[in-house]
C-alpha cells in the first residue's frame, strides 16, 4: 500500500508540473530563496556548534546537570537534555538531529534516541516570534503566546510518553573499534562537512514540499496546507483567535517537509516515535491555544 500511495503521488506531482510549469518554476525558487535566506543561516552554523560540542564530551556534562530535571519528568537521563534544547532553540530538525548523533557518538542508546524523538524536534523562537507572531498574525504578543505554547505542548507531549524507567546511570560507553580519539581538527572538519552535508538534504525537502504545495487546490484551507508544508500554511493564515489557534497545531504538527527532514538525519533511528509525538504535539497545541484565546491571553 505505501507503495501505491508513493506511485500516486509521484503521478500527481508530474501531472501538476506539466499542467502549471510557471506556478511550480515560482515556487521552486521561492524554496530555493527562502534556504538561502533562512534555512541555511540559521541551521549551518547551529548544526556546526552542536556536533562540535557534542563530539568534545558536551553530553557528559549535561549528563550531571540536568538529571534531577530529566529523570523525573521524561525517564531519561540528563545527557537527553542535548537534543531538547537544540530543539528549543535551533528549531526543526535540530533536536531530531542532535538524537541521532549522540547515538551515533555513543552517547544514547537506541530506545534513548528514539524516545527522544517524541518530543525534542521543535520549531525555533525565530521562526514562531518573528515570522508568526510578528509577520502572519501581526501581533508579538501572539509569537510569544505561541512559542510557550509549543514548549509546555513538547515537554507534556514527552512526560505523556515517559518511559518506564530510564536509564540514569552512567552514559553508555561509546562503540569499541580500537579507534583512537578525535583530533581537534578532525572533530571541526567533521563537523562542517556533516552539517553542511544535512542542510543541503534539508533543502531539497524544503525546495520539494514548497513546489507540491504551490501545486495543490487553491481552496484548500490553511491547516490542510500547512499539514503538509508549514510555512506555506502559516502564510494563508488570518489575523485573529483561529489565526492563533491553527498556527498552534500546524507548529505542533511540523507539516510533512518537516517530518522528512527529520527523517533525512535519524541515520538507522525509527521514527515512529517521532509521528507518534508530533501528532499529540499537535492536539496539545491547539488545546492550550484555544485555552489562551478563552482566557483572553490573545484577542
Do not use: D
Request: aromatic residues 8%; charged residues 10%; hydrophobic residues 55%.
Amino acid at each position: 500500500m505505501k507503495k501505491v500511495g508513493m506511485a500516486l503521488a509521484a503521478l500527481w506531482f508530474a501531472w501538476g508540473l506539466l499542467r502549471q510549469p510557471e506556478s511550480a518554476s515560482a515556487a521552486a525558487g521561492e524554496g530555493l530563496l527562502l534556504c538561502a535566506q533562512t534555512v541555511i543561516p540559521s541551521l549551518f552554523p547551529f548544526f556546526v556548534v552542536v556536533s562540535l560540542l557534542i563530539q568534545m564530551g558536551a553530553a557528559a556534562r549535561l549528563q550531571r546537570l540536568f538529571a534531577p530535571f530529566m529523570g523525573p519528568l521524561f525517564g531519561l537521563r540528563g545527557v537527553c537534555a542535548a537534543p531538547l534544547i537544540a530543539g528549543l532553540v535551533g528549531g526543526y530538525p535540530s533536536g531530531a538531529r542532535a538524537a541521532a548523533e549522540l547515538f551515533e557518538q555513543g552517547a544514547l542508546t537506541r530506545e534513548e534516541a528514539e524516545r527522544c524523538l517524541a518530543f525534542v524536534n521543535n520549531c525555533g523562537p525565530a521562526f514562531i516570534l518573528s515570522y508568526v507572531g510578528a509577520g502572519v498574525l501581526h501581533s508579538s504578543r501572539a509569537g510569544v503566546y505561541l512559542y510557550l505554547i509549543h514548549a509546555l505542548a513538547a515537554f507534556l507531549t514527552g512526560m505523556l510518553l515517559r518511559g518506564r524507567g530510564g536509564e540514569r546511570g552512567r552514559l553508555p560507553l561509546p562503540p569499541s573499534g580500537g579507534e583512537r580519539p578525535k583530533s581537534l581538527a578532525q572533530m571541526f572538519t567533521g563537523a562542517v562537512t556533516g552539517s553542511f552535508s544535512a542542510v543541503l538534504q534539508i533543502c531539497a525537502f524544503v525546495v520539494l514540499f514548497r513546489t507540491a504545495a504551490a501545486l495543490l487546490p487553491g481552496q484548500l484551507p490553511a491547516a490542510a496546507l500547512g499539514a503538509v508544508e508549514m510555512v506555506s500554511g502559516i502564510a494563508v493564515l488570518p489575523a485573529g483567535p483561529e489565526g492563533f489557534i491553527a498556527a498552534a497545531g500546524i507548529l505542533g504538527w511540523g507539516g510533512l517537509s518537516v517530518h522528512c527532514q527529520t527523517m533525512a538525519v535519524l541515520g538507522t533511528l525509527r521514527a515512529r516515535r517521532h509521528w507518534l509525538g508530533k501528532g499529540l504535539q499537535c492536539l496539545i497545541s491547539v488545546a492550550l491555544a484555544a485555552l489562551a484565546v478563552k482566557a483572553g491571553l490573545v484577542v
